[in-house]
Nanobody, 120 residues
Framework: QVQLVESGGGLVQAGESLRLSCAAS????????MGWYRQAPGKQRELVAH???????NYADSVKGRFTISRDNAKNTVNLQMNSLEPEDTAVYYC??????????????WGQGTQVTVSS
């Protein structure tokens, strides 16, 4: 009943910027943590950045100082501003949200993924 939709991916050259956006909709009681993960071909999916409902953030060491995560709790959206992109950032980026759907449980939802390709 919950859907996450990402947008903003694309093809850029090294040093350029992109801004990813994700909107959650559906039967949502409350949203806890939201974040971004990425997966490159042949590699495991890894955490890029996430933010709790209280505003605490965590970033992968490889993106600290370059990426910034932000949220709009009223709109159930999360964004990722990516600056100084490097070829190593090339991957499919997935939005993730921990959503309370009933009083009895929460569920981790994933978006469909958006491709980010950085050429050197």
């Amino acid at each position: 009943q919950v859907q996450l939709v990402e947008s903003g991916g694309g093809l850029v050259q090294a040093g350029e910027s992109l801004r990813l956006s994700c909107a959650a909709s559906g039967r949502i009681l409350r949203v806890n943590a939201m974040g971004w993960y990425r997966q490159a071909p042949g590699k495991q999916r890894e955490l890029v950045a996430h933010m709790t409902s209280g505003g605490a953030t965590n970033y992968a060491d490889s993106v600290k100082g370059r990426f910034t995560i932000s949220r709009d709790n009223a709109k159930n959206t999360v964004n990722l501003q990516m600056n100084s992109l490097e070829p190593e950032d090339t991957a499919v980026y997935y939005c993730n949200a921990d959503i309370v759907t009933t009083l009895l449980q929460w569920t981790s939802y994933w978006g469909q993924g958006t491709q980010v390709t950085v050429s050197s």
